[in-house]
């Protein structure tokens, strides 16, 4: 199972970026999606969430009105549109797929390599 980011980079406060997540190894069609993110000296952090049926999301409070995610099963990728970026959003973010059992008592998480996302004052 590979996790690829791809479109991190440099953008100025205000502005938008877009991250996506090539999927390889599995299916995402089963699986929950999402975002987490970890800035310099800080501890991973979840960003956004996808649940495995589509028809839930989740934000963090810091990005809810700002980020946007969602999935394309038939390319199995995963995707973080982020607009009116500030530069606390600065943090290597990381693509997360996760698999949970039917009676929810097991799960397992792929991660992706993650993807460095800077934003200028």
């Known amino acids: 199972v590979q996790l690829v980011e791809l479109g991190g980079g440099l953008v100025q406060a205000g502005g938008s970026l877009n991250l996506s997540c090539d999927v390889s190894?599995?299916?995402?069609?089963?699986?929950?999606t999402g975002w987490h993110r970890r800035a310099p000296g800080k501890e991973r952090e979840f960003v956004a969430a996808?649940?495995?049926?589509?028809?839930?999301?989740y934000y963090a409070d810091s990005v809810r009105t700002r980020f946007a995610t969602s999935r394309d099963k038939a390319k199995n990728m995963i995707f973080l549109q982020m607009h009116s970026l500030k530069p606390e959003d600065t943090a290597v973010y990381y693509c997360?797929?996760?698999?949970?059992?039917?009676?929810?008592?097991?799960?397992?998480?792929?991660w992706g390599q993650g993807t460095q996302v800077t934003v200028s004052s």
């Open positions: 190894g599995i299916n995402i069609s089963t699986l929950a």
């Open positions: 997360n797929a996760k698999w949970i059992s039917g009676n929810g008592d097991t799960s397992y998480d792929y």
């Open positions: 996808l649940s495995w049926t589509g028809g839930s999301t």
